[in-house]
């Protein structure tokens, strides 16, 4: 079977989960944390993350009414590790005001559709389309296909043709990922285990070779 058709979806993800392990994907201690760790985590390596993130828990900042009333210059300086601080401060300061504002971690947005909650995360300085389904997925249990460049190198390598960013990725290719069915847990582990197996392939030498050592018959 060509894995380039919809049902194949299912079987790739069957197969990751069979040779690598997602537990625990997205590490964070609360669902506030996940989300500011969602946005420190742009354009750098989640060790630097990390680090951010226990200076942000050592100032008790790892709360949204805290994180809203704090001025983002003074972020900045807490959060330096993970880069681009002066951006990602403003846009961590924002969210924490639209949690508190819309009271959204105690179901304040419920009522809001899948596609109006990721229009009011966009609006969000520096929450971009990625951001906006990460937190969607892992904070509010809406169901989302992370197009990241694993997915798209993953995809690419066993046979779709793949738009080159992620909203091209995420228009042209969303249909056949919906029709497998997936739960949200289940994207939340497929998106765990494709960053894993994106951490294996570069260490084999690209996705390409990983494909073909995972699927031989494709």
Same mark, same amino acid.
């Given at each position: ?63 949204? +009414? ?11 300086? +807490? ?140």
């Amino acid at each position: 079977m060509s894995l380039a058709v919809p049902s194949a979806q299912r079987l790739i993800f069957e197969t990751l989960r069979g040779r690598f392990d997602a537990e625990g994907w997205w590490p964070a201690a609360s669902t506030f944390e996940m989300m500011v760790g969602a946005i420190l985590v742009q354009n750098t390596a989640w060790r630097n993350v990390e680090t951010s993130i226990r200076a942000l828990r050592e100032r008790a900042l790892l709360d949204p +009414v805290a994180l809203a009333a704090i001025p983002a210059e003074e972020l900045a300086e +807490v959060i330096r590790p993970s880069g681009f601080m002066t951006a990602k401060s403003r846009s961590a300061v924002a969210l924490a005001r639209w949690v508190v504002e819309t009271d959204s971690l105690n179901g304040g947005v419920s009522s809001r559709t899948d596609a109006e909650l990721r229009e009011e995360l966009l609006a969000l300085p520096g929450i971009g389309p990625e951001t906006a389904d990460v937190i969607g997925l892992y904070a509010f249990d809406r169901p989302a296909f992370i197009w990241d460049t694993y997915a798209r190198r993953m995809l690419t390598a066993v046979g779709y043709s793949v738009p080159g960013s992620y909203p091209a990725a995420r228009r042209a290719l969303t249909a056949t990922v919906e029709a497998a069915g997936f739960s949200v847990s289940e994207y939340r582990e497929f998106h765990g285990l494709i960053v894993e197996a994106g951490k294996h392939a570069r260490s084999l030498g690209g996705w390409d070779v990983l494909a073909a050592e995972l699927f031989p018959a494709r």
